[in-house]
């Protein structure tokens, strides 16, 4: 489930006030006031947690030389830089998802609940959810960095039933789909492998993908499952929903309907929508569409496809919707991207980034 926003948000370090006409001391200050509020977690970090932020931190630094949104070049995961506080209002739908941050730190309003988190603490998104405001404290000397790494629906549901088979899945009381939790240092030191990998071409495609799928086993194994998906749901569909993902898989760049692929696994169209969002956190047209997206990408950025040939080849009818779509998931239209070849995507946040 992922998306970008519609809208762009200039940020410059120079300017006492950002694009929403708020000074940034006073955003600092509420920035600062929200994070006096986050709950008594452990505030202690251990050397080797140091250690991997510092590197992260490092790391992210190194990608992003302007402030705002920097594509890895890997679906899913990109990285930002804000050298300012910036504030926003804006509506956006985010795909379940992780938001590591490794210096400053940010609160977001997602589906009524105020978050908080910084470099001790991640965000992680469960399902599909609306942000409607985010603020980030950060100075000159001492910009947010943070990656955002989501989470592909169907790599959740296959993973959550292989635990389940095996009984060792992580917390499944009810809790709220957002969820603020202490820093893993499993997952830190997941991430410091993950990055590298992706900035190479075999690596991209045979380290990388083992290495999200261990941040995932490890935020299914912990407190964090009970805000991926709650489990009881899980355990009544999610064999269902995982055959229909891989059917989906298979047959994304032809139409596909709900009703089609409801009765592919003996389902009611309202059942079925109703427990594919349960499960994937992700309604099944939306997964459709972020395949049909991340395939024409690639066909853009490998095979120098033209947009218009890129859209007929992954199962869009019009060119127009191919664009709009495009743009509000990547922030950069199919034509930009095409022209950047193979290079890291770079552009100042949209609305529909987190």
Do not use: W
């Not at 994304?252 to 003996?266: H, K, M």
């Not at 919707?321 to 991207?337: L, M, V």
């Amino acid at each position: 489930m992922r998306t970008k926003c519609a809208a762009t948000l200039s940020v410059r370090s120079a300017h006492p006030t950002n694009s929403s006409g708020c000074s940034t001391s006073s955003i600092y200050k509420y920035a600062q006031s929200q994070l006096n509020k986050m709950p008594s977690f452990p505030t202690s970090a251990t050397e080797a947690t140091t250690a991997s932020i510092a590197l992260l931190r490092t790391m992210v630094a190194e990608r992003t030389p302007l402030d705002g949104r920097t594509e890895s070049g890997y679906p899913g995961l990109r990285y930002y830089r804000f050298s300012t506080p910036v504030q926003y209002q804006k509506s956006q739908i985010l795909m379940p998802g992780l938001v590591v941050v490794l210096q400053g730190s940010k609160t977001a309003r997602l589906a009524g609940q105020s978050l908080t988190y910084d470099e001790l603490h991640y965000l992680v998104l469960g399902g599909e959810t609306v942000c409607h405001s985010t603020v980030v404290a950060a100075t000159p000397g001492h910009p947010y960095l943070a990656i955002h790494l989501d989470l592909p629906p169907d790599l959740l549901v296959k993973t959550f039933v292989a635990l389940a088979d095996t009984g060792k899945g992580g917390n499944t009381e009810s809790v709220e789909k957002s969820y603020v939790a202490p820093i893993d240092q499993r997952v830190l030191e997941a991430l410091t492998r993950l990055l590298p990998s992706v900035d190479d071409a075999i690596d991209r495609d045979t380290i990388a993908p083992l290495v999200l799928e261990e941040i995932i086993v490890r935020l299914l194994r912990s407190d964090a499952a009970a805000a991926i998906r709650q489990a009881a749901t899980m355990s009544r569909s999610a064999t269902q929903i995982q055959r229909s993902m891989q059917f989906i898989h298979a047959q994304f760049r032809r139409p596909l309907s709900v009703d089609e692929l409801a009765s592919q696994v003996a389902m009611s169209p309202s059942h079925y929508a109703h427990s594919f969002r349960a499960v994937a956190g992700i309604s099944p047209m939306r997964y459709l569409r972020t395949l049909r997206l991340d395939s024409a990408r690639d066909l853009l950025l490998s095979n120098g496809m033209r947009p218009s040939e890129a859209a007929l080849a992954v199962g869009f009818d019009s060119t127009e919707h191919f664009t709009r779509e495009f743009k509000r998931r990547f922030g950069t239209s199919p034509t930009e991207c095409s022209r950047q070849a193979c290079n890291p995507q770079h552009d100042i946040l949209s609305s529909h980034d987190q």
